[in-house]
């Protein structure tokens, strides 16, 4: 029971983790909100993975985490600002397909197989992406200049790119420990970037609202979430925990719509059922082989 409740804690988060993004970017830039967020989360999971006894062995790996965390500083950077030219909502419909580009990527770069039930969801998903960032006018040619969508799309790939380049990694190391070095390399740009252009009045000046979604970044997004996740795959396994990832745009639509007053018209809807229902049609095999 403790291994669900962390879990759908994590997705919660994350989820709501668009929503408040999207509220601190009307008052910071996408290089401002990233240099706080990480300067101010590693300290704390850092302190999470000291906390639980979590030795930083990695046998020599660098090579790995050096690239994780290259990839990981493009990633966040992409989807901020992404984020900063779409919807929260929209955002969490556009991530949920993370688990198909990693198959597909999957496929191109460790050759592994891709079954009838990957590619059948595949096709789906895509309809379900460009009813998204279409609004339904295919007919027209107005939807392939929304940017933060095709930012957030974006940014999919280089998570699913993140996630096969560190899976090897997560499994000979201790997972918490894994991230919190590989958060050192975002941390640095962040660090660098806040003292070169960042306004730093603009953070004793935030009301109060941004502020509280701010804090909600740094401490719960970037820290407590990854280390409930950690334990909650620990204690129910991958498979059944990747599950719980198909509520992250639940979660961001549940509070998107009636705090940041988004709209959630029809084809909105019927993009983000398709995108769910192809991610499930992908995975289901995998679950159930894996249960």
Request: aromatic content about 12%; some cysteine.
């Amino acid at each position: 029971m403790i291994a669900y409740i962390l879990l759908f804690l994590t997705v919660v988060i994350w989820g709501w983790s668009f929503v408040a993004t999207k509220l601190c970017l009307g008052y910071l830039t996408p290089l401002e909100l990233m240099g706080i967020r990480f300067v101010v989360g590693l300290p704390i999971m850092i302190a999470i993975v000291r906390a639980r006894n979590v030795k930083f062995e990695f046998n020599g790996r660098w090579r790995g985490l050096i690239l994780g965390s290259i990839i990981l500083t493009a990633h966040i950077l992409i989807q901020i600002t992404g984020i900063k030219y779409t919807s929260a909502t929209n955002t969490g419909w556009l991530v949920a397909v993370i688990p198909l580009i990693t198959a597909v990527l999957a496929f191109f770069i460790l050759r592994e197989k891709i079954s009838r039930n990957a590619i059948t969801g595949i096709v789906v998903a895509t309809v379900g992406i460009f009813l998204l960032i279409s609004k339904g006018e295919l007919t027209g040619i107005g939807w392939l200049s929304s940017v933060g969508d095709w930012l957030v799309l974006i940014s999919a790939h280089t998570w699913a790119l993140y996630t096969i380049v560190t899976r090897d990694l997560s499994r000979d190391c201790n997972p918490l420990a894994v991230t919190a070095v590989i958060l050192i390399g975002p941390t640095i740009v962040s660090a660098v970037s806040l003292i070169l252009f960042a306004d730093m009045s603009k953070f004793l000046n935030l009301p109060t609202d941004a502020f509280i979604a701010l804090l909600f970044l740094t401490i719960l997004g970037t820290a407590v979430a990854h280390w409930f996740w950690q334990e909650g795959v620990a204690r129910i396994g991958a498979a059944r925990a990747a599950i719980f990832l198909y509520l992250i745009p639940l979660a961001t639509t549940g509070l998107a719509v009636p705090y940041l007053g988004e709209s959630f018209g029809l084809f909105t809807a019927l993009g983000g059922i398709l995108v769910l229902f192809g991610v499930w049609i992908a995975q289901r095999k995998i679950v159930r082989d894996r249960s």
